[in-house]
């Protein structure tokens, strides 16, 4: 089972509207049929697609996980893991020896770098979860459209001046067909993700 809340950017729009980004994959009819039989609830009653969603209702999906991935077409982006040789981690800071080879910034072509693999790390550990990401990227990947190109990184540490709290930063800055957004992902002392903002 799989569960969604609804947040302020997906709000006004149709549970049918909703679905069809959800599962992309799926051809309308596997999701009406899904309601129908209540594998596909919203706030835990049957719907029927037609319904205005509002922040903060709750979408259940009564799927198997494979049949989850197959149309959601999570299958297709699979996650880049490869075992880092990390130097020193503590709340404020991670060190990775980075093999000769391996790429800083993803490949033209797809080839997997240090990027992905920060990633897949974080998102194994637990500091960082797909559906912070998935609901905070969703929105603006279809106004923004194709990728085309990251432009540059930085990640670095640092303290507010104000509450001496340490945390760690990250900020990329991404080309697509339809213009550029700026990534920034704030983690705190416990490498626990604090923000993810998109401008």
Do not use: C
């Given at each position: 089972?799989k569960?969604?809340i609804i947040?302020?950017?997906?709000a006004?729009?149709r ?12 051809p309308?009819s596997f999701?009406?049929?899904m309601m129908?039989?209540?594998n ?7 719907a ?7 922040s903060?209702d709750h ?8 049949t989850f991935e ?6 297709k982006a699979?996650r ?6 990390i130097?020193?981690e503590d709340?404020?800071?991670?060190l990775i020896?980075?093999p000769?080879g391996m790429?800083?910034?993803?490949g ?8 992905e693999y920060?990633?897949g ?25 194709e990728?085309?190109?990251i432009?540059?990184t930085?990640?670095?540490g640092?303290e507010?001046?104000?509450t ?9 800055i991404?080309?697509y067909?339809?213009?550029?957004a700026?990534?920034?992902?704030t983690f705190?002392?416990t490498m ?5 903002y998109?401008?």
């Open positions: 089972m569960e969604f947040n302020e950017n997906e006004g729009q549970f049918d509207k909703y679905l069809a980004k959800l599962l992309k994959e799926a309308k999701f009406y049929k129908r039989k209540k596909i609830t919203l706030n835990g009653k049957k029927n697609g037609n319904e205005k969603l509002l903060g979408v259940k999906l009564f799927l198997s996980d494979e197959k149309f959601s077409g999570t299958d699979p880049a893991y490869h075992k880092l040789d130097i020193y709340e404020n800071i991670l020896n980075k000769s790429l800083s910034q993803p033209d072509d797809g080839t997997p770098s240090l990027v920060l990633t790390y974080l998102l194994e550990t637990g500091s960082l979860t797909e559906e912070d990401l998935r609901n905070a990227v969703q929105p603006v990947m279809e106004e923004l459209g990728p085309e190109k432009e540059k930085v990640v670095r640092t507010n001046p104000e001496k709290e340490k945390y760690a930063t990250a900020v990329s991404v080309s067909e339809n213009g550029k700026q990534y920034t992902i705190n002392q626990k993700m604090e923000g993810f998109i401008k």
